[in-house]
């Protein structure tokens, strides 16, 4: 059995949850709850970050766009095209995970004491969350119901903004986006994995 270190809040460990479902690879993953604040974790993956899996033969495998290329290529490439649009798809993985950097470096800046928090920085880090939802409102017209590693993780960026971020709303000021959202979200792999504290 392969063993994900896991967390239920965090979307980059989501994504490997999403691809493992829509793989039909779910059942192949033990899923090892993990405190990214356990100086242990660094014997798995040196940056102490989630997600990392561990396969059968005691190999480790990190960051979320390996691990979940590396699934989906046991199961004959779904979500990974290898057509032109592969590289669309790919920039468009890596537009929402830098989306996600930049949020989480924003929550990482309120737990730190008040008298340690720059403005500036925060600042800094919401102008590419929202150039980034301004780019995605462009191409979500273009959507349709397009299931790639790509979509997935539009879905799941927004999916990790309303969840901890909900009090700077994105719909309004994106409304084609918004609508795609609410349709994708109907789909089991995104509905069964939504995070939780
Ligand atoms: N590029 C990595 C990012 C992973 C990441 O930032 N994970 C967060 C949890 S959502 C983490 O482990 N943070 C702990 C830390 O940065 O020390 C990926 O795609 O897997």
Not at 45 to 69: F, H, M, R, Y
């Amino acid at each position: 059995m392969m063993k994900l270190r896991y967390g239920s809040t965090s979307p980059f460990v989501r994504k490997v949850l999403v691809t493992a479902i829509e793989t039909g690879q779910d059942g192949e993953i033990e899923r090892v709850k993990t405190n990214t604040a356990d100086p242990a974790l660094g014997q798995t993956n040196p940056l102490n970050k989630i997600p990392a899996l561990t396969l059968e033969d005691g190999s480790v495998l990190i960051d979320s766009a390996v691990i979940c290329e590396f699934l989906d290529s046991r199961k004959g490439g779904k979500l990974f095209p290898k057509d032109a649009s592969r590289w669309p798809t790919l920039s468009r993985m890596a537009l929402c995970d830098g989306a996600l950097d930049a949020a989480i470096l924003r929550r990482y800046e309120t737990q730190r004491p008040e008298t340690l928090r720059s403005i500036e920085w925060d600042g800094k880090q919401k102008t590419k969350v929202d150039q980034a939802l301004d780019a995605l409102e462009k191409e979500a017209a273009g959507f349709g119901d397009k299931i790639d590693i790509g979509t997935l993780t539009v879905a799941i960026m927004l999916d990790y903004l309303d969840f901890r971020f909900a009090q700077e709303p994105w719909r309004d000021a994106h409304p084609k986006l918004a609508a795609w959202h609410k349709a994708i979200s109907a789909r089991p792999s995104l509905k069964s994995t939504m995070p939780f504290d």
